[in-house]
């Protein structure tokens, strides 16, 4: 039995400049009239982009029945990022069906949100769908100006933005990188059984389960950590282009598995 995820393909209808970082794309077309959310507010769903075929993920900012919105963190460089950050309205894409992972116990007496920009998305939408339930803080690591985000969270939530550290002198130039485990092994915990949702670069993540566990001892029923991203000395170009190799392959007729062992030799050379 096959286990590949559901696929939709979708147009490109709209397309902001939230911030330099950060762009909202809105989808639509026919091929979205089988698509249904989970209701899960972090839900996710995997991108397709225009001569590529492998997916990125992307939480759903927002579905009316119609028209999905996805909030798009572009770098230097990436398989999305320099197609997001041309003009891509009109283009055709694919996505997968939704998943998520958010599950705050009934008997959760505050909701605290930590996470990076390529989380501000899924934190923004918990806490316009969650937040009226329980007292919510949101603790995020932001290269751009908080002004430049006025209105993009509730506007009566505690929340504490702080500029993410760079590496200025590396091998291979500049690099991002992260503090949200410094920043989350300083909390004050709120008393209570409550919720604790955070997301970012993996090695920050791990860090922090264990401190969950060690130190701050809640229950894992109680807490959601989940590595977005892997940090690295610079976000390199491809040395190879996959676009030409994946619409060759698929005019020969050949399957993803074969086209990436085309991708991986010529990657090679």
Do not use: N
């Not at 190879?240 to 074969?258: C, F, H, N, S, Y």
């Amino acid at each position: 039995m096959s286990t590949r995820a559901e696929e939709y393909v979708a147009d490109v209808l709209r397309r902001e400049q939230l911030t330099p970082h950060l762009v909202r794309l809105t989808l639509g077309g026919d091929g979205l009239a089988g698509f249904t959310s989970t209701g899960i507010p972090d839900e996710w769903i995997g991108l397709v982009v225009p001569g590529q075929f492998q997916s990125r993920y992307y939480t759903v900012r927002s579905w009316d029945g119609s028209e999905l919105v996805l909030d798009v963190v572009v770098h230097d460089v990436g398989l999305v990022t320099e197609w997001a950050s041309g003009d891509c309205v009109g283009d055709r894409v694919t996505i997968t069906a939704p998943k998520g992972s958010f599950a705050m116990p009934d008997d959760a007496q505050w909701l605290l949100l930590v996470g990076d920009l390529t989380a501000l998305p899924a934190m923004a939408r918990i806490a316009h769908e969650r937040a009226g339930a329980v007292p919510t803080r949101i603790v995020a690591e932001v290269p751009d100006d908080p002004e430049q985000l006025s209105g993009y969270l509730p506007a009566d939530l505690d929340v504490t933005w702080h500029e993410p550290p760079v590496v200025e002198e590396a091998p291979r130039g500049r690099h991002e990188t992260s503090r949200l485990a410094e920043l989350v092994e300083s909390t004050e915990w709120p008393e209570g059984a409550g919720y604790f949702w955070m997301a970012g670069e993996s090695a920050q993540m791990r860090a922090i389960r264990k401190h969950l566990m060690r130190v701050v001892k809640l229950p894992s029923s109680h807490y959601d950590v989940m590595g977005y991203w892997r940090a690295v000395e610079a976000r390199q170009p491809r040395r190879v282009d996959p676009g030409p190799i994946w619409r060759a392959g698929k005019a020969a007729g050949k399957t993803d598995e074969q086209i990436w062992a085309d991708y991986d030799e010529a990657a090679q050379q």
